[in-house]
């Protein structure tokens, strides 16, 4: 299974852009890229996800590289609300299994 | 109520009793997922299943059993619980592969003593 490469730890100031990076470079051409986050005891939650295109929701936006070995996540502003472990995945589109790394510690500075 | 829900939320159980972990899914999802997540780390995927009585083990399945028998529900059994399978456990769902999203429960807090 493909793995992902994160940061273990990032920190931001509240109000300022936040690039969370990701390496992906074993990822086959039928991976998607997803992003999800997870606040202090609770399950993740879906943040974004995208195959080769740049995407754009109502939480973040999410760059994929031209080769799709790496991909960036962007919060526009990032809240308090935004402090969470952050975790790039690849999931297949053409099976179920899919595997977390560790994720990306996000400290937000008031 | 819609959605994804876990039971038990905590659970504490001695060695080799064997357990079984609930999930339930509103929303017919077809594919859905069991992960865990030891303390300070990411989730470890244990089993998956495609469909009704389609089911394939995940990273670290063994000591673990699934079934499902009907689309909206997904048990997680610890035939003979060991203290090292003490940690959060998630079940989430997803309406397909990769195209779409999964949805996560809030997780069930598990204690092998």
């Known amino acids: 299974d493909a793995k992902t490469t994160q940061p273990n730890s990032m920190e931001s100031n509240e109000e300022e852009p936040v690039h969370l990076p990701c390496n992906h470079s074993?990822?086959?051409?039928?991976?998607?890229i997803h992003w999800y986050r997870q606040l202090p005891s609770q399950g993740p939650e879906y943040v974004i996800h995208?195959?080769?295109s740049n995407v754009n929701n109502r939480m973040a936006s999410l760059a994929i590289a031209e080769d799709r070995k790496s991909s960036t996540l962007i919060l526009h502003r990032a809240t308090l609300r935004d402090a969470a472990v952050y975790y790039c995945i690849l999931r297949p589109s053409n099976a179920g299994k899919s595997t977390f790394g560790d994720g990306t510690t996000l400290t937000v500075k008031p | 109520d819609a959605g994804i829900t876990q039971s038990p939320r905590y659970k504490i159980t001695e060695t080799g009793r064997q357990v079984t972990l609930m999930c339930h899914q509103t929303w017919s999802h077809s594919y859905m997922f069991w992960y865990r997540q030891d303390l300070g780390h990411g989730l470890r995927l244990i089993y998956y299943s495609a469909a009704a009585d389609i089911t394939d083990k995940g990273e670290v399945p063994d000591g673990y059993v699934v079934s499902r028998s009907k689309t909206e529900n997904f048990p997680l059994t610890l035939e003979s619980a060991t203290r090292s399978q003490t940690s959060v456990y998630f079940c989430?769902?997803?309406?397909?592969?990769?195209?779409?999203?999964?949805?996560f429960g809030q997780g069930t807090r598990l204690t092998v003593v």
């Open positions: 074993t990822i086959s051409g039928t991976d998607y």
């Open positions: 995208g195959l080769t």
């Open positions: 989430a769902s997803s309406v397909g592969t990769g195209v779409t999203e999964a949805f």
